[in-house]
């Protein structure tokens, strides 16, 4: 990859880490355009998809959007917790859990290709009560 791609993925990531939030891809070419100005669309899902195939960022298949990964071990799939009051995204690995559901497949002659665990809910913050403790 050449510089120029080098600079746009440094830009996006530091735009995902930036947000607690996940961004769709225009929200991150909105982003974009307060700090760099103009840029086209390919542009930016170029360097969505470079990122994501060096597990740096994750995209949440339910909200066509991203988020920065949180966790250094890129070799197991996370489950991510996506809380649908305040939109906080939790990053969790668990490959007990993984290897458990690969498994439960390749009974049924299913052969995964990837895993997606994306699980909707409402965050301890936002839990009447739960804040607190």
């Not at 830009?11 to 995902?16: P, S």
């Not at 100005?37 to 298949?61: D, F, K, W």
């Not at 959007?65 to 489950?79: F, G, K, L, R, T």
Request: hydrophobic share 40%; with cysteine; charged share 20%.
């Amino acid at each position: 990859m050449g510089k120029r791609g080098d600079t746009w993925q440094a830009a996006v990531l530091e735009i995902l880490r930036a947000r607690s939030e996940p961004l769709s891809a225009y929200g991150v070419i909105e982003a974009l355009h307060g700090v760099k100005g103009r840029i086209a669309p390919p542009t930016v899902y170029r360097a969505l998809a470079a990122l994501q195939s060096r597990g740096l960022i994750h995209r949440l298949e339910s909200l066509n959007a991203y988020v920065a990964c949180a966790c250094d071990e890129h070799n197991h799939p996370p489950i991510l917790s996506i809380c649908d009051d305040c939109g906080n995204v939790e990053e969790n690995i668990e490959p007990d859990l993984v290897a458990q559901l690969t498994s439960l497949l390749d009974k049924t002659g299913f052969e995964a290709q990837r895993h997606v665990i994306e699980v909707h809910g409402v965050c301890a913050a936002c839990v009447p009560g739960q804040a607190s403790r």
